[in-house]
């Protein structure tokens, strides 16, 4: 802070940029901020929203501990979420790249195909994979008869294939979302170094790896933000897919959040162990956050 | 040994692409067969002569129109107002230094991390207080300057704001609003399509609030008009699909059209300095 | 001084959003109808029926708006001021908002239906009106009373929904397909036939062919049946699975599952629909309302190749769902809510309205003497059986139950804990243990939900 000039300038700049950004805290101040803390104290209390709410403390919390279905719903969440994002991320990278360099023609059609499951409904994209994934009538299975293999019960069975179909599902409509993001990263990616690199001879996987993917950190970390997000987000498509809110045959493909509606307000009435799970979710998400932000180093592009 | 190479990289792109189109491809065809048809061993892969009953059941059911236009009205008024607050939101975070930046910043993308549901019932009374129940303001208003698009169109700006346009600009003595509208905005067009894609489809998508809020039939929009045609009584889904097919092929055509221009902008690199 | 500004105006504004929290929920009991207000809304709705004027919003699921559509006219004729919005969504949305709207205390509509399978969550609620006060009790005797007694709160003294219908629990059976396989089609001799797990057996094996046409869409049902009174706890709160013949009914589903004669889908999917309409799924069990299901969604091109009978395996009489309608405090037309439920639920003219249009069988049992010809007519869609009289005889057997807000959770494990028993290649006394175990864990937090509510209303006792 200098001269008065300087200062008054600075003023100015600054009723610009708060006047730019406060529609976000405002809206949030009005709309976000209630619900926050209404969602957080109620999670301390026992409420069925129908009667009297009866302050508990951390009770909802601790017997959220003891709670085998929650913990069963965080591992097969975990589960989907690392295995569908290996195709997600590693393929969204790999097609990005491919579709960056000058390898193949065609380049905008493959895009806008990749992209296309992003638009779309997800009350028909699921009912169309429970078709597809189905028992006696799918054509999974019927393209499985072709060669010779018996139906295999996806949805049913032990419960253990649901994860299966929940993954592929979850995969095909993300891939290309992030196959865009990484394709907007690498146009700050001047064709030089691709160009340098190929002349010293490095193959392409190696550019991946070793030039693509240290370039696009900051945006890889917001994808892995982003991924983690919709992971614990994730209810759609197991929830169609298995036609209820237990996930199936051994719970096999219960996520946080299906557990979480299945407490209220969509199965049953407990508010406020719905909130507590709600929180539980939101401090692994930071969690997640902050761990990723401090191994993949802070985001300044 | 170049050719098969490159031959290889073709046949996986397609797989991909195929593996990509299947689900679309069955939806229009399920929308041209009877129920039964759908659900028949082998599987029908070809379009079927049903279409215009199964139009004539959905006609029945819903008004595919009012929903139609409900949703249209709703999307393209909360796809606008995210645009504009985010990319001022998203400007301003990422090429204006100012006090508390750093921690209005975090706790922005702290908000991010909280699941919706978490305070369904608390928002659901404030909708009620406010007299929003079956307005659409209550689908519209309290998104519309979200975490997300600031983020967005900030990561954005910061690699393509050039810091030198705007001191040009500035010396030229064009007022801050004025230097966002006139050199700015132009520069974020490839930001605006792909952040007004991923929100014209969220909320074209939109069933839980709006199951909540909008109760009246007239106001239904597109999900719940689809919601409606599934029942426990049994679910005419070829008419489903046909309806799904209506809903679903506006946003196709309008994304296939604009999809030159997004991808263009996406790959054309970045604004030198 | 400008940062302190700040942070009183941020403060006053959450400080207001929490006082208009508090506000929010204290809101609803103000509105609680008193005993003078019950009273005047009752004489006003018997005394002077055209001077009630209100638009009202009455709402449910398909197609419980046929059945209202059918009886409006009626209804009407008696209130002609009285205008009716129907709001009608899938029956999980539709519990959804209502739910929503409840705890909110605010949006709900005038009327609402309830589903058999959730009214043990509002049995105590006091978001309901307690029709009581209106002069419920009066109406008591003819209703049900095993349906009656699942709308009265736990203390006895509330009452918070009127019954609209019951669902005896029928057998339904593909007529065609028994006869093509030389298997007796009408109801009694096939109710004879199936009244051991050997015969269920005999038939099973008979109409399956092994991955073209299935016996039922999945054997986990047969065992599900034995619990569709949906008493899985007792009034202590005590998880009781033991049934007169359990082990025997489990053992005859693994056996049906081994040979591949079910489809081993969900009964309510899509799929299984599809199999029901071509014939391919030979059998299924539902309430009586399943009937219309049949006619009017499933299979209408159906007639003349479906039966119905009494549960197979020597099962006693159950019921398996039917609705409520229910008026909610916040409702500020009560006087034309109450006369709508009263004219639909409560005489025999609006209730057999609705039957002939959408099978609802009336649990006001008035209807059943006024129209006798509905109950016991040869329908043609069965082939010139009656299964309403089947259902009415059902009916009169069902006993009272004990509900409770985790049967709907219960209700789902046991298809789920069978399918994974089975799987794992358990035997009956396994499968039963697993199924014990799984509704435990699921319903921990519900259950201190329902202690609490029942300590609330005066009736627990550790």
């Known amino acids: 802070m200098k001269g008065g000039n300087n200062l008054l300038y600075n003023l100015r700049k600054y009723r610009v940029a708060y006047a730019y950004i406060a529609p976000f805290y405002i809206l949030f101040l009005v709309f976000g901020i209630f619900p926050m803390v209404a969602g957080l104290f109620l999670s301390f209390f026992r409420w069925d929203g129908l009667g009297s709410m009866h302050f508990i403390g951390v009770e909802n919390y601790i017997n959220l501990l003891g709670d085998a279905l929650f913990w069963k719903a965080l591992q097969n969440t975990v589960f989907i979420g690392i295995i569908a994002h290996i195709p997600i991320l590693l393929g969204g990278l790999i097609l990005a790249y491919i579709l960056n360099s000058k390898l193949v023609h065609g380049q905008n059609l493959f895009k806008t195909i990749y992209f296309m499951p992003m638009v779309t409904s997800s009350v028909a994209i699921t009912i169309i994979f429970a078709n597809l994934f189905g028992y006696n009538y799918g054509l999974l299975n019927y393209v499985l008869s072709l060669f010779g293999k018996g139906p295999v019960n996806w949805l049913g069975g032990d419960g253990s294939l649901i994860r299966v179909a929940v993954i592929v599902m979850f995969a095909w409509k993300w891939i290309g979302w992030n196959m865009v993001i990484y394709l907007a990263g690498m146009q700050g990616i001047s064709n030089d170094i691709y160009e340098a690199a190929r002349i010293d001879g490095a193959s392409h996987s190696r550019i991946v790896f070793s030039i693509v993917m240290p370039l696009l950190k900051p945006i890889i970390l917001f994808t892995l933000i982003q991924s983690t997000i919709g992971m614990f987000n994730l209810f759609t498509e197991p929830f169609v897919l298995t036609g209820g809110l237990g996930g199936g045959t051994n719970n096999g493909g219960l996520t946080l959040m299906m557990y979480l509606f299945s407490k209220a307000p969509q199965g049953g009435n407990a508010y406020g162990y719905a909130s507590a799970i709600a929180y539980v979710i939101t401090v692994m998400i930071v969690i997640i956050s902050v761990i990723l932000n401090k191994t993949m180093g802070r985001d300044k592009a | 040994m170049k050719i098969a190479k490159k031959c290889v990289l073709y046949l996986i792109l397609l797989i991909i692409a195929f593996i990509m189109l299947l689900p679309f491809y069955m939806m229009f065809v399920m929308s041209t067969l009877s129920t039964n048809a759908i659900y028949s061993f082998p599987p029908v892969m070809f379009f079927g002569g049903n279409l215009s009953a199964n139009y004539g059941n959905m006609v029945q059911m819903i008004n595919l129109p009012r929903a139609f236009l409900n949703s249209a009205f709703v999307t393209i008024s909360y796809t606008f107002l995210v645009l504009f607050f985010c990319s001022i939101g998203g400007y301003a975070f990422s090429v204006y230094d100012f006090p508390g930046k750093q921690k209005l910043f975090a706790l922005l993308l702290f908000t991010m991390m909280i699941p919706a549901t978490a305070g369904i019932i608390p928002w659901f009374i404030m909708m009620s207080k406010f007299g929003w129940v079956n307005s659409y303001a209550a689908l519209v208003i309290p998104g519309c300057a979200n975490a997300f698009g600031i983020f967005w169109m900030r990561q954005y700006c910061q690699n393509n704001v050039p810091i030198s346009l705007m001191e040009a600009a500035r010396i030229d003595g064009c007022s801050e609003w004025l230097i966002f509208f006139r050199v700015i905005a132009p520069i974020l067009k490839p930001a605006y399509a792909s952040l007004g894609i991923m929100q014209f489809v969220n909320m074209w998508n939109e069933f839980m609030q709006a199951n909540l809020i909008l109760r009246k039939e007239r106001l239904y929009t597109l999900p719940l008009a689809l919601r409606a045609m599934v029942s426990d009584r049994g679910t005419d889904y070829g008419a489903l699909m046909l309806a799904s097919t209506c809903a679903v092929l506006p946003l196709l055509i309008v994304f296939l059209c604009a999809s030159k221009y997004f991808m263009d902008g996406l790959t054309a690199g970045a604004v030198k300095e | 001084m400008k940062k302190k500004l700040q942070k009183i105006v941020s403060v006053l504004l959450i400080t207001g959003m929490c006082a208009s929290m508090v506000t929010g929920c204290g809101s609803k009991a103000a509105q609680a109808t008193t005993e003078e207000a019950g009273k005047e809304i009752a004489a006003a709705v018997d005394a002077d029926p055209a001077s009630i004027k209100a638009h009202i919003e009455v709402g449910g699921w398909p197609s419980g708006d046929d059945g209202f559509k059918a009886a409006m006219e009626g209804f009407n004729a008696i209130y002609p001021n009285i205008e009716v919005e129907l709001v009608f969504t899938d029956t999980t949305s539709h519990h959804q908002a209502l739910q929503t709207a409840l705890a909110a205390g605010e949006g709900a509509p005038d009327v609402a239906m309830v589903e058999g399978a959730y009214i043990a969550q509002y049995r105590n609620s006091t978001a309901l009106t307690d029709l009581n006060l209106l002069g419920a009790q009066d109406l008591k005797n003819d209703f049900g009373a095993f349906k009656w007694e699942q709308a009265v709160s736990d203390d006895g003294t509330r009452l918070v929904a009127i019954p609209w219908d019951l669902g005896p629990t029928l057998y339904y059976y593909r007529t065609d397909v028994f006869e093509e396989v030389g298997l007796p089609t009408d109801p009694e001799e096939v109710a004879e036939l199936m009244k051991t797990w050997d015969g269920v057996l005999e038939v099973a094996e008979k109409v399956s062919i092994p991955g073209q046409r299935w016996f039922l869409p999945s054997a986990a049902y047969p065992y599900q049946w034995m619990f569709i009174n949906r008493d899985y706890y007792d009034e202590k709160l005590n998880l009781v699975l033991e049934r007169e013949g359990d082990l025997e009914c489990i053992d005859a589903c693994l056996k049906i599952r081994e040979n591949g004669w079910d489809m081993d889908i969900d009964m309510w999917s899509g799929e299984a629909y599809a199999a029901y309409a071509a014939g391919t799924c030979v059998s299924v069990a539902a309430g009586s309302w399943f009937s219309g299901f049949l006619k009017t969604d499933i299979d209408p091109d159906g007639a003349g190749h479906w039966g119905a009978t009494v549960l197979p395996g020597g099962m006693p009489a159950t019921n398996w ?15 034309a809510a109450w006369a709508f439920v009263k004219y639909m639920l409560a005489t025999a003219e609006g209730q057999n309205a609705m039957f002939k249009a959408v099978d609802y069988f009336p649990a006001y049992e008035p209807a059943w003497t006024a129209a006798p010809e509905l109950y016991t007519d040869p329908d043609p869609y069965f082939g010139g059986q009656s299964p309403n009289a089947i259902a009415a005889k059902i009916a009169a057997e069902v006993p009272t139950v004990y509900n409770t807000i985790m049967d709907t959770t219960a209700e789902g494990y046991i298809y789920s804990s069978f399918n994974a028993g089975a799987e794992a290649g358990e035997t009956p006394e396994q499968i039963r243990e697993r199924l014990g175990s799984d509704i435990e864990a699921a319903c921990a937090e519900l259950k201190q939900q329902q202690i609490q509510t029942l300590k609330d209303a005066g009736v627990w006792q550790e």
Do not use: A, W
């Open chain 3, 321 to 335: 769902g039917g609705s409520f309608l229910v008026i909610p405090e916040q409702s500020e037309n009560k006087e």
